[in-house]
Protein backbone atom coordinates (compact mmCIF):
# COMPACT_ATOMS: atom_id res chain seq x y z
CA UNK A 1 0.00 0.00 0.00
CA UNK A 2 1.09 3.53 -0.59
CA UNK A 3 2.01 6.00 1.84
CA UNK A 4 2.26 9.14 0.72
CA UNK A 5 2.56 12.76 1.27
CA UNK A 6 -1.30 13.50 1.10
CA UNK A 7 -3.36 14.84 3.50
CA UNK A 8 -4.51 12.29 6.18
CA UNK A 9 -7.83 10.21 6.46
CA UNK A 10 -9.45 10.51 9.58
CA UNK A 11 -8.76 7.07 10.65
CA UNK A 12 -8.85 5.85 14.42
CA UNK A 13 -11.15 8.94 15.32
CA UNK A 14 -7.60 11.17 15.13
CA UNK A 15 -5.93 12.73 12.38
CA UNK A 16 -7.48 15.30 9.56
CA UNK A 17 -8.36 18.52 12.15
CA UNK A 18 -4.76 17.79 13.83
CA UNK A 19 -2.80 17.49 10.91
CA UNK A 20 -0.15 20.63 10.50
CA UNK A 21 1.81 20.15 7.03
CA UNK A 22 5.04 20.63 7.79
CA UNK A 23 8.30 21.87 5.48
CA UNK A 24 10.26 18.66 4.92
CA UNK A 25 13.73 18.70 3.73
CA UNK A 26 14.00 15.25 2.44
CA UNK A 27 16.08 15.56 -0.91
CA UNK A 28 19.00 13.75 0.49
CA UNK A 29 18.99 12.72 4.17
CA UNK A 30 15.54 11.64 4.21
CA UNK A 31 14.94 10.49 7.86
CA UNK A 32 16.68 14.07 8.83
CA UNK A 33 13.10 16.02 8.97
CA UNK A 34 13.06 19.68 9.73
CA UNK A 35 12.04 19.88 13.46
CA UNK A 36 8.67 21.80 14.56
CA UNK A 37 9.26 25.63 15.42
CA UNK A 38 7.75 26.14 18.74
CA UNK A 39 4.94 27.36 17.63
CA UNK A 40 3.68 24.57 16.16
CA UNK A 41 4.82 22.50 18.98
CA UNK A 42 2.38 24.90 20.64
CA UNK A 43 -0.58 24.17 18.22
CA UNK A 44 -0.25 20.77 18.11
CA UNK A 45 0.06 19.77 22.04
CA UNK A 46 -0.73 23.29 23.89
CA UNK A 47 -4.71 22.23 24.63
CA UNK A 48 -3.67 18.27 25.19
CA UNK A 49 -1.06 19.52 27.56
CA UNK A 50 -3.31 21.73 29.46
CA UNK A 51 -5.61 19.32 29.80
CA UNK A 52 -3.16 17.27 32.02
CA UNK A 53 -1.95 19.70 34.34
CA UNK A 54 -5.54 20.44 35.26
CA UNK A 55 -5.91 16.72 35.92
CA UNK A 56 -2.59 16.85 37.98
CA UNK A 57 -3.84 19.54 39.93
CA UNK A 58 -7.08 18.57 40.59
CA UNK A 59 -5.56 15.20 41.41
CA UNK A 60 -4.01 16.78 44.28
CA UNK A 61 -6.61 18.37 45.52
CA UNK A 62 -8.51 15.27 45.74
CA UNK A 63 -5.48 13.70 47.76
CA UNK A 64 -5.55 16.89 49.96
CA UNK A 65 -9.09 17.06 50.55
CA UNK A 66 -8.98 13.44 51.70
CA UNK A 67 -8.47 12.12 55.42
CA UNK A 68 -5.39 10.29 56.16
CA UNK A 69 -1.45 10.60 55.48
CA UNK A 70 0.52 11.22 52.50
CA UNK A 71 2.48 7.84 51.36
CA UNK A 72 5.41 7.04 49.46
CA UNK A 73 3.74 7.72 46.64
CA UNK A 74 2.05 11.31 47.04
CA UNK A 75 6.00 11.82 48.17
CA UNK A 76 7.64 10.71 45.02
CA UNK A 77 4.74 12.82 43.46
CA UNK A 78 5.57 16.12 45.07
CA UNK A 79 9.31 15.47 44.21
CA UNK A 80 8.74 14.33 40.22
CA UNK A 81 6.72 17.85 40.07
CA UNK A 82 9.50 19.80 41.45
CA UNK A 83 11.08 18.56 38.24
CA UNK A 84 9.13 20.57 36.01
CA UNK A 85 9.66 24.02 36.67
CA UNK A 86 12.43 25.66 35.45
CA UNK A 87 14.53 25.37 32.20
CA UNK A 88 16.27 22.43 32.46
CA UNK A 89 16.45 19.91 29.90
CA UNK A 90 15.73 16.58 29.98
CA UNK A 91 12.36 16.66 32.09
CA UNK A 92 10.68 13.64 31.16
CA UNK A 93 13.62 11.92 32.40
CA UNK A 94 14.17 13.38 35.65
CA UNK A 95 10.29 12.90 36.27
CA UNK A 96 11.14 9.28 35.32
CA UNK A 97 14.24 9.05 37.86
CA UNK A 98 12.05 10.58 40.29
CA UNK A 99 9.89 7.63 40.84
CA UNK A 100 12.69 5.10 40.16
CA UNK A 101 14.40 2.91 42.80
CA UNK A 102 18.13 4.03 43.20
CA UNK A 103 19.44 0.79 44.95
CA UNK A 104 21.65 -1.42 42.62
CA UNK A 105 21.45 -4.78 44.39
CA UNK A 106 18.79 -7.32 43.74
CA UNK A 107 16.51 -7.74 46.25
CA UNK A 108 16.78 -10.96 48.13
CA UNK A 109 12.70 -12.31 47.02
CA UNK A 110 10.51 -10.58 44.69
CA UNK A 111 7.63 -8.96 46.93
CA UNK A 112 4.51 -10.23 44.79
CA UNK A 113 4.44 -9.40 40.83
CA UNK A 114 3.39 -6.18 40.15
CA UNK A 115 4.86 -2.17 40.75
CA UNK A 116 3.18 0.78 42.26
CA UNK A 117 4.53 3.74 40.29
CA UNK A 118 7.17 4.82 43.13
CA UNK A 119 10.05 3.41 44.91
CA UNK A 120 9.09 2.84 48.69
CA UNK A 121 12.55 4.18 49.76
CA UNK A 122 11.65 2.68 53.29
CA UNK B 1 0.98 1.77 5.25
CA UNK B 2 3.22 -1.44 5.95
CA UNK B 3 4.33 -2.12 9.18
CA UNK B 4 5.53 -5.35 11.50
CA UNK B 5 4.20 -5.65 14.98
CA UNK B 6 7.27 -7.02 16.84
CA UNK B 7 5.82 -7.56 20.29
CA UNK B 8 1.92 -8.57 20.38
CA UNK B 9 0.62 -11.54 22.85
CA UNK B 10 -1.95 -12.04 20.36
CA UNK B 11 -3.09 -15.71 22.39
CA UNK B 12 -4.86 -12.68 24.62
CA UNK B 13 -6.62 -10.87 22.00
CA UNK B 14 -9.54 -11.54 19.72
CA UNK B 15 -9.59 -12.42 16.07
CA UNK B 16 -11.21 -9.14 15.30
CA UNK B 17 -7.44 -7.54 16.72
CA UNK B 18 -6.30 -9.87 13.68
CA UNK B 19 -8.27 -8.28 11.70
CA UNK B 20 -8.04 -4.88 12.54
CA UNK B 21 -3.92 -4.96 12.54
CA UNK B 22 -4.01 -6.52 8.64
CA UNK B 23 -6.41 -3.29 7.81
CA UNK B 24 -4.13 -1.10 9.15
CA UNK B 25 -0.97 -2.70 7.02
CA UNK B 26 0.08 -5.02 9.35
CA UNK B 27 2.80 -7.86 7.75
CA UNK B 28 4.24 -9.64 10.56
CA UNK B 29 3.29 -9.71 13.57
CA UNK B 30 5.73 -11.88 16.17
CA UNK B 31 4.55 -12.77 20.02
CA UNK B 32 7.11 -13.22 22.78
CA UNK B 33 6.30 -16.08 25.30
CA UNK B 34 5.01 -14.24 28.43
CA UNK B 35 2.79 -14.83 31.93
CA UNK B 36 -1.02 -15.66 30.79
CA UNK B 37 -1.99 -13.49 33.98
CA UNK B 38 -1.91 -16.37 36.25
CA UNK B 39 1.05 -18.86 37.16
CA UNK B 40 0.92 -21.98 35.60
CA UNK B 41 1.17 -25.18 37.62
CA UNK B 42 3.55 -27.09 35.91
CA UNK B 43 6.21 -27.69 33.09
CA UNK B 44 3.45 -29.13 31.23
CA UNK B 45 1.85 -25.95 31.14
CA UNK B 46 4.10 -24.40 29.31
CA UNK B 47 4.55 -27.03 27.01
CA UNK B 48 1.25 -26.19 25.90
CA UNK B 49 2.07 -22.63 25.76
CA UNK B 50 4.96 -23.00 23.80
CA UNK B 51 2.62 -25.47 21.20
CA UNK B 52 0.37 -22.70 20.79
CA UNK B 53 2.54 -20.09 19.88
CA UNK B 54 4.60 -22.85 17.35
CA UNK B 55 1.19 -24.39 15.67
CA UNK B 56 -1.93 -23.03 17.37
CA UNK B 57 -1.45 -18.87 16.79
CA UNK B 58 0.60 -19.12 13.40
CA UNK B 59 -2.44 -20.83 11.84
CA UNK B 60 -4.44 -18.35 13.73
CA UNK B 61 -3.23 -15.38 11.98
CA UNK B 62 -2.31 -16.98 8.58
CA UNK B 63 -6.47 -16.17 8.41
CA UNK B 64 -5.93 -12.70 8.01
CA UNK B 65 -2.25 -12.90 5.57
CA UNK B 66 -0.33 -11.86 8.47
CA UNK B 67 2.96 -14.04 9.26
CA UNK B 68 3.10 -14.64 13.05
CA UNK B 69 6.31 -15.38 14.59
CA UNK B 70 7.04 -16.26 18.07
CA UNK B 71 9.83 -16.46 21.23
CA UNK B 72 10.04 -18.77 23.72
CA UNK B 73 11.23 -18.70 27.12
CA UNK B 74 9.92 -18.66 30.47
CA UNK B 75 9.14 -14.97 31.96
CA UNK B 76 10.09 -12.95 34.64
CA UNK B 77 7.06 -13.34 36.66
CA UNK B 78 7.11 -17.20 36.72
CA UNK B 79 10.82 -16.61 37.85
CA UNK B 80 11.18 -16.67 41.54
CA UNK B 81 10.53 -20.48 41.57
CA UNK B 82 13.84 -21.68 40.04
CA UNK B 83 13.38 -25.26 39.78
CA UNK B 84 10.51 -24.80 37.93
CA UNK B 85 12.07 -22.25 35.35
CA UNK B 86 15.13 -24.81 34.95
CA UNK B 87 12.51 -27.69 33.91
CA UNK B 88 10.67 -25.30 31.73
CA UNK B 89 14.08 -24.17 30.10
CA UNK B 90 14.70 -27.69 29.59
CA UNK B 91 11.91 -27.99 27.46
CA UNK B 92 12.57 -25.12 24.88
CA UNK B 93 15.18 -26.77 22.86
CA UNK B 94 13.06 -29.08 21.20
CA UNK B 95 10.77 -26.22 19.92
CA UNK B 96 14.06 -24.06 18.68
CA UNK B 97 13.52 -25.88 15.21
CA UNK B 98 9.92 -24.99 14.49
CA UNK B 99 9.66 -22.66 11.65
CA UNK B 100 8.48 -19.28 12.87
CA UNK B 101 10.50 -19.14 16.41
CA UNK B 102 12.90 -16.26 16.17
CA UNK B 103 14.86 -16.59 19.69
CA UNK B 104 14.33 -16.40 23.19
CA UNK B 105 12.52 -14.35 25.07
CA UNK B 106 10.76 -11.93 26.42
CA UNK B 107 13.24 -12.57 29.02
CA UNK B 108 14.34 -10.31 31.80
CA UNK B 109 13.48 -8.70 34.92
CA UNK B 110 10.50 -8.29 37.07
CA UNK B 111 10.89 -7.22 40.30
CA UNK B 112 14.68 -7.32 40.42
CA UNK B 113 15.04 -10.65 42.65
CA UNK B 114 18.03 -12.50 42.90
CA UNK B 115 15.83 -15.78 41.63
CA UNK B 116 14.85 -13.41 38.78
CA UNK B 117 18.68 -12.46 37.63
CA UNK B 118 19.48 -16.45 38.49
CA UNK B 119 16.62 -17.40 35.77
CA UNK B 120 17.45 -14.65 33.24
CA UNK B 121 21.34 -16.26 33.24
CA UNK B 122 20.04 -19.61 32.68
CA UNK B 123 18.26 -18.64 29.57
CA UNK B 124 21.48 -15.79 28.54
CA UNK B 125 23.48 -19.42 28.72
CA UNK B 126 20.58 -21.15 26.95
CA UNK B 127 20.64 -18.98 23.52
CA UNK B 128 24.08 -18.09 23.68
CA UNK B 129 24.31 -22.13 23.21
CA UNK B 130 21.69 -22.48 20.62
CA UNK B 131 22.81 -18.79 19.05
CA UNK B 132 19.49 -17.53 19.51
CA UNK B 133 18.25 -13.61 19.33
CA UNK B 134 17.44 -12.37 22.53
CA UNK B 135 14.04 -10.57 23.85
CA UNK B 136 14.66 -8.53 27.04
CA UNK B 137 11.92 -7.47 28.91
CA UNK B 138 12.63 -4.26 31.53
CA UNK B 139 10.35 -4.22 34.64
CA UNK B 140 7.88 -2.05 35.12
CA UNK B 141 7.87 1.64 36.53
CA UNK B 142 9.56 2.19 39.63
CA UNK B 143 11.42 -1.13 38.93
CA UNK B 144 13.01 -0.30 35.25
CA UNK B 145 16.17 1.83 35.86
CA UNK B 146 17.73 -0.81 38.27
CA UNK B 147 16.11 -3.65 36.17
CA UNK B 148 17.43 -2.46 33.02
CA UNK B 149 21.43 -1.92 34.58
CA UNK B 150 20.90 -5.22 36.06
CA UNK B 151 20.20 -7.33 32.84
CA UNK B 152 22.58 -4.90 30.49
CA UNK B 153 25.29 -6.41 33.62
CA UNK B 154 24.24 -9.59 32.63
CA UNK B 155 24.65 -9.76 29.12
CA UNK B 156 27.81 -7.59 29.07
CA UNK B 157 29.18 -10.25 31.34
CA UNK B 158 29.10 -12.96 28.69
CA UNK B 159 31.47 -12.83 25.22
CA UNK B 160 29.43 -15.09 23.69
CA UNK B 161 26.42 -12.07 23.59
CA UNK B 162 26.41 -9.82 20.29
CA UNK B 163 24.73 -6.66 21.19
CA UNK B 164 23.41 -6.33 17.97
CA UNK B 165 21.19 -9.93 18.28
CA UNK B 166 19.69 -8.13 21.79
CA UNK B 167 16.65 -6.29 21.61
CA UNK B 168 15.88 -4.55 25.36
CA UNK B 169 12.33 -3.99 25.26
CA UNK B 170 10.37 -1.22 27.08
CA UNK B 171 12.86 1.63 27.02
CA UNK B 172 11.74 4.94 28.33
CA UNK B 173 13.79 8.50 28.47
CA UNK B 174 15.29 6.84 31.43
CA UNK B 175 16.75 4.00 29.89
CA UNK B 176 17.25 4.48 26.00
CA UNK B 177 20.87 5.94 26.30
CA UNK B 178 22.34 3.25 27.82
CA UNK B 179 21.21 0.48 25.82
CA UNK B 180 21.52 2.29 22.32
CA UNK B 181 25.35 3.31 24.01
CA UNK B 182 25.69 -0.57 24.47
CA UNK B 183 25.39 -1.11 20.63
CA UNK B 184 21.96 -3.21 21.28
CA UNK B 185 18.47 -2.41 20.09
CA UNK B 186 15.95 -0.51 22.08
CA UNK B 187 12.54 -1.41 21.41
CA UNK B 188 9.76 1.58 22.59
CA UNK B 189 6.15 -0.04 23.94
CA UNK B 190 2.81 2.10 23.46
CA UNK B 191 0.72 1.67 26.27
CA UNK B 192 -2.62 3.89 27.59
CA UNK B 193 -1.06 4.36 31.11
CA UNK B 194 2.52 3.27 31.48
CA UNK B 195 5.35 3.00 29.16
CA UNK B 196 5.44 5.19 26.26
CA UNK B 197 2.62 7.22 24.70
CA UNK B 198 2.75 7.47 20.54
CA UNK B 199 4.07 11.40 21.18
CA UNK B 200 6.71 10.52 23.80
CA UNK B 201 7.77 8.21 21.31
CA UNK B 202 8.22 10.43 18.62
CA UNK B 203 10.13 12.54 21.07
CA UNK B 204 12.31 9.81 21.37
CA UNK B 205 13.08 9.17 17.97
CA UNK B 206 13.67 13.18 17.38
CA UNK B 207 16.63 12.89 20.06
CA UNK B 208 18.38 9.76 19.71
CA UNK B 209 17.88 9.11 15.40
CA UNK B 210 15.89 6.51 13.64
CA UNK B 211 18.78 3.92 14.12
CA UNK B 212 18.61 0.60 16.43
CA UNK B 213 14.78 1.45 17.58
CA UNK B 214 11.78 -0.17 17.17
CA UNK B 215 8.14 -0.13 18.36
CA UNK B 216 5.63 -2.33 19.53
CA UNK B 217 2.07 -2.37 21.39
CA UNK B 218 3.17 -5.45 23.18
CA UNK B 219 -0.76 -6.04 23.38
CA UNK B 220 -1.93 -8.33 25.78
CA UNK B 221 -4.77 -9.30 28.20
CA UNK B 222 -4.42 -6.19 29.80
CA UNK B 223 -5.41 -2.28 29.16
CA UNK B 224 -3.72 -1.75 25.76
CA UNK B 225 -4.02 -1.45 22.11
CA UNK B 226 -3.00 -3.41 19.22
CA UNK B 227 -3.27 -0.38 16.60
CA UNK B 228 -0.95 1.42 18.80
CA UNK B 229 2.34 1.17 16.25
CA UNK B 230 0.23 2.42 13.29
CA UNK B 231 -1.42 5.12 15.89
CA UNK B 232 2.12 6.51 16.45
CA UNK B 233 2.78 6.34 12.63
CA UNK B 234 0.47 8.79 12.76
CA UNK B 235 1.81 10.67 15.25
CA UNK B 236 4.82 10.91 13.06
CA UNK B 237 2.96 12.27 9.85
CA UNK B 238 1.09 14.61 12.26
CA UNK B 239 4.69 16.09 13.20
CA UNK B 240 6.28 16.34 9.93
CA UNK B 241 7.90 13.13 9.62
CA UNK B 242 8.69 11.70 5.72
CA UNK B 243 6.88 8.32 4.55
CA UNK B 244 10.21 7.30 4.22
CA UNK B 245 11.34 7.97 7.64
CA UNK B 246 7.87 6.12 8.86
CA UNK B 247 8.65 3.66 6.91
CA UNK B 248 12.17 2.65 8.52
CA UNK B 249 11.28 2.66 12.35
CA UNK B 250 7.91 0.74 11.57
CA UNK B 251 8.89 -2.19 9.20
CA UNK B 252 12.87 -1.76 8.30
CA UNK B 253 13.97 -1.30 11.66
CA UNK B 254 12.21 -4.38 12.81
CA UNK B 255 12.62 -6.05 9.57
CA UNK B 256 16.48 -5.88 9.87
CA UNK B 257 16.97 -6.99 13.45
CA UNK B 258 14.09 -10.23 12.82
CA UNK B 259 16.27 -10.98 10.01
CA UNK B 260 19.06 -11.62 11.64
CA UNK B 261 17.12 -15.11 12.70
CA UNK B 262 17.00 -17.48 9.81
CA UNK B 263 13.33 -18.14 10.07
CA UNK B 264 12.15 -14.77 9.58
CA UNK B 265 10.82 -14.34 6.10
CA UNK B 266 8.02 -12.28 4.76
CA UNK B 267 6.23 -13.59 1.37
CA UNK B 268 7.59 -11.22 -1.59
ZN1 LIG C 1 5.36 -8.58 26.33
Known sequence: ?122 | MRYIEPHAHMVSRTTDDYERMAFAGCAAVCEPAFWAGFDRSSPAGFHDYFCQLTEHEPRRAAKFGLKHFSWLCINSKEAEDVQLAAEVIALIPQFLDRPNVLGIGEIGLNKNSRNELRVLEMQVELAAKYQQLILVHTPHLEDKLKGTRLILDVLKNDPRIRPERVIIDHVEEHTVAMVLDRGMWAGMTLYPETKCTPARAVDILEIYGHERLWLNSACDWGVSDPLAVPKTALEMKRRGHVAAAIDQVIFQNPQKFLRQSKNFKLPK
Open chain 1, 1 to 122: MGWGDGPLLPLFGIGGPFYLPLPCNHSDVYFVHERMTRQQVLDLYFLDARHKLVELAAFLDRAERATGKDDFRLQAFRAALSKLAGKKKHKARAVLLAFSDPTAKPVAKAPGKGAVGAFNGK
